[in-house]
């Protein structure tokens, strides 16, 4: 008992700091940000303790992964991960079959959970770490045809099944955390430029696909303006709460506009935050979300096992495109795509699904150094 409590310490002792500061602070201004606002959300007390609670489990979640060995699960129980990866996404679509198609359905209700359960956050976690191994394995011969149409077929399975729920915002996520594993695992940029081509040649066949509130949606993204009442009404409100905001802000219990922007709880939290802590508090939340991402990266470039390295470009993939995406929709540049920021959102499945992620970094990070010299040499220049 004594050696396993020595041993539990021992790692607790290798765990990153800055991880720990800047993922908890940011998640602490989330809560503070909802309870400041929380009389213009429909059940706002309940909102701010579920975010609580989500919080605190996530942490502690966090440190349980932190203990364990990446590396013997990760070999282990590989192929199970990508099998519940795809069940859980299977039972997404099964289970809203026949449901409208007015809008994405990439969600669970389970009974006396107050909130909805969203299998494609967990899945980004399962997706990353066996999309990691799959290049790894084939890391030395990474450009031979075969190696990449088998690592598209692993891709498009998992991205495939994302966008047959409707989640149009997720599956960007996916493919922007594909295109930077495989840029950073060497794949050739050719192969970049085709992907860009069929694209290109498919975008059409792909808009006629869509439904017509996603081909609303995203021209609305990028001119708000026409249609300021329905599409372009929650960009456009959003941005002038974050212009009434100012550089101080209207302070934590100030403001009105963003009661009157539609999910200012979760996807559009950002605007609550720019009104009520103005520049102040913004700039605040992207230095934490700056120098965690950076963190992670150099994370990236000390660990002992390639995999692992891509593991943490992925996570921080992750990090960059909500977060981009997510500020982008708030600020009527980009289309509103559903996308939660980064440990700020309302949301229990988004907030585990982010703490899980740096269970896995700490992870990494805690059963690195004793191996530091067993590091594999890399296959990418950016990892060298």
């Known amino acids: 008992m004594r050696s396993f409590i020595s041993s539990v310490k021992e790692r607790f002792s290798k765990l990153d700091v800055t991880v720990i500061v800047t993922s908890v602070a940011m998640t602490l201004l989330s809560i503070l940000v909802l309870w400041g606002g929380m009389d213009a959300f429909s059940g706002g007390k309940l909102k701010v303790m579920v975010q609580c609670v989500a919080a605190l489990l996530g942490i502690v979640i966090m440190l349980v992964i932190a203990t364990v060995d990446y590396d013997e699960v990760c070999s282990k129980f590989e192929l199970l991960l990508f099998a519940i990866s795809i069940g859980m996404l299977l039972l997404v679509i099964v289970v809203n079959i026949g449901s409208s198609t007015s809008t994405n359905h990439n969600w669970i209700k389970i009974p006396g959970i107050p909130f909805n359960i969203q299998p494609g956050e967990f899945v980004k976690i399962s997706y990353i770490i066996t999309f990691s191994r799959h290049v790894d394995r084939v890391k030395n011969e990474i450009n031979k045809i075969t190696n990449v149409l088998k690592l598209a077929v692993h891709a498009m399975i998992i991205i495939g099944l994302v966008l047959i729920t409707g989640d149009l915002g997720t599956t960007l996520v996916y493919l922007f955390v594909t295109a930077a594993i495989l840029f950073c695992a060497g794949l050739s940029l050719w192969y970049f430029a085709a992907a860009g081509v069929i694209i290109i040649i498919a975008a059409p066949f792909l808009w006629d696909k869509m439904a017509e509130y996603q081909r609303l949606r995203i021209m609305a993204g990028f001119d708000p303006s026409i249609d300021p009442e329905v599409y372009g009404y929650q960009a456009l409100m959003s941005k002038k709460a974050i212009i009434s905001g100012g550089f101080t802000g209207a302070g934590l219990f100030g403001g009105t506009v963003y009661a009157k922007v539609p999910a200012a709880h979760s996807d559009f939290l950002f605007c609550v935050l720019a009104e009520k802590l103005g520049f102040i508090g ?8 700056t120098v965690l991402i950076i963190r992670i990266l150099v994370i990236s470039r000390q660990t002992r096992k390639d995999y692992a390295s891509y593991i943490c470009i992925g996570i921080a993939a992750v990090l960059i495109a909500q977060t981009l995406e997510n500020i982008g929709m708030c600020l009527a540049m980009l289309p509103v795509v559903g996308i939660t920021l980064p440990f700020f959102s309302y949301g229990g499945s988004s907030m585990l699904t982010m703490f899980i992620c740096m269970g896995v970094v700490q992870s990494i990070c805690t059963h690195n ?8 040499p890399a296959s990418a ?4």
């Open 282 to 289: 913004t700039f605040g939340y992207l230095i934490l979300m």
């Open 381 to 384: 220049s950016l990892l060298k």
């Open 369 to 376: 150094r004793k191996y530091f010299f067993e590091r594999e």
